[in-house]
């Protein structure tokens, strides 16, 4: 007779292993641009504007560079 233990360890086994669930695409852009400000280089910012141009932090991202012009 198979006790609970074993028929969770059984089922578990058959699934195979477990997926990742997706990132937030936006939490994902979000820590780039972050990691683009912290480095404050022209080519991380301007990196970040190529990939990400359309997004809402492009526009921070460009503000910045701008003043590294300066």
Do not use: C, W
Request: no cysteine.
């Amino acid at each position: 007779m198979m006790n609970k233990a074993n028929a969770e360890d059984s089922f578990k086994a058959e699934r195979g292993p477990a997926i990742p669930l997706a990132r937030d695409p936006e939490i994902a852009v979000a820590e780039e641009y972050e990691a683009a400000r912290r480095k404050g280089t022209r080519e991380a910012l301007e990196l970040f504007i190529a990939r990400h141009g359309d997004n809402s932090s492009a526009q921070h991202a460009r503000v910045q560079l701008k003043r590294l012009s300066r």
